[in-house]
């Protein structure tokens, strides 16, 4: 049946928007990385090692991480990094179910200039992720931390052997000012200075170091990671480490593995200790002492993920804010919804 004038004027209306989207998110792709965005919803229960209740609630969690390309080859970008979570090892917020008020707060905690002038040689300036080669928040920084300064890596293998050169020079502070506009100051201070290399072997085992000056305490870290499938029973195994060889000399390390049970089940387990003079500022879930610690998540669709862990204290002779850590988590992706729905 012959299309009347006013069905080919309706039918071509509702046809423009469709193409407007069509040029205009692949416009706006041109511009915005989009590399993180999710939700989660976690119940933790903490307790001493006297079997006393220090914390039982269910928190929320939103992070959003993406950049800005300046250029079209993305050589000159803007990171941002927008997160839940009031302090420097907090990336979680109260709901107000179970123990504690509810509380909220979403903030911009990273905000950084990058250019790589060269090819393999990049600089940042502004409050910045840490590097932390093949270690993890158990021995560095937790990974919900931040740091207000500048830093150079250089990724030339074939000239220089290693994979990654880094220098960071930078201030580690504001304990409970993560908002990255109410400490743009520090980016004049300084009182951490990193020097690290990392090399990658076959894509089987990567190692790295770093020597490192934190409030005037110099610190050695190294990390190792090894694939080891052959073993059935673990995928991958790590081991980190540290030694302060000044201001209250010690050291610590932590074990782990990693197995992939199922293409949608993956399990971990681990040993850490961490000496009782090593202060705050590593993971809020490992903190000091000796841990024995089960981690894994299953993956119920590309955009749902059920996590646990469960932290034990064992064998310490000091006092530990953790003697037993149980926490669910239930995360789910916004970045694949818009992946899927070829927004990004």
Not at 6 to 11: A, L, M, N, Q, V
Not at 123 to 131: A, C, E, T
């Amino acid at each position: 049946m012959p299309l009347l004038p006013e069905d080919r004027r309706r039918r071509g209306a509702a046809a423009r928007p469709t193409t407007a989207i069509v040029f205009v998110v692949p416009a706006l792709t041109r511009w915005l990385d989009f590399q993180t965005a999710t939700l989660a919803l976690r119940f933790r229960d903490i307790r001493t090692n006297a079997g006393v209740t220090t914390s039982s609630q269910a928190q929320d969690q939103e992070q959003f991480k993406w950049r800005v390309k300046l250029d079209p080859q993305g050589r000159y970008v803007v990171n941002f990094g927008l997160f839940t979570g009031a302090t420097f090892t907090a990336g979680w917020n109260n709901t107000g179910i179970g123990a504690g008020d509810n509380g909220y707060s979403l903030v911009f905690k990273q905000l950084s200039f990058e250019a790589q002038p060269v090819t393999g040689i990049t600089g940042q300036i502004g409050s910045l992720y840490f590097w932390r080669g093949e270690s993890t928040e158990i021995t560095t920084f937790d990974n919900d931390g931040y740091t207000n300064g500048e830093r150079i890596s250089v990724k030339r293998p074939k000239e220089l052997f290693f994979d990654e050169l880094v220098f960071t020079h930078s201030y580690i502070g504001d304990l409970s000012t993560p908002n990255v506009f109410r400490r743009p100051n520090r980016l004049d201070d300084a009182n951490y200075w990193q020097y690290a290399v990392a090399k990658t072997f076959s894509k089987r085992a990567g190692v790295s170091l770093d020597y490192s000056v934190q409030s005037q305490a110099d610190i050695l870290r190294g990390a190792a990671r090894l694939s080891t499938k052959e073993l059935k029973f673990v995928d991958t195994l790590r081991w980190e480490g540290y030694r302060r060889v000044d201001h209250l000399p010690a050291g610590g390390s932590a074990i782990s593995g990693e197995k992939a049970v199922t293409s949608r089940l993956t399990a971990g387990f681990g040993y850490a200790t961490i000496d009782p003079h090593y202060g705050t500022l590593n993971g809020e879930r490992y903190g000091i002492g000796r841990h024995l610690f089960a981690i894994g998540s299953f993956a119920a669709t590309p955009e749902w993920t059920l996590g646990y862990y469960v932290g034990r204290g064992i064998a310490n002779d000091f006092k530990v804010p953790i003697g037993t850590r149980v926490e669910v988590i239930l995360t789910y992706n916004l970045l694949k919804t818009l992946q899927r729905a070829h927004l990004f």
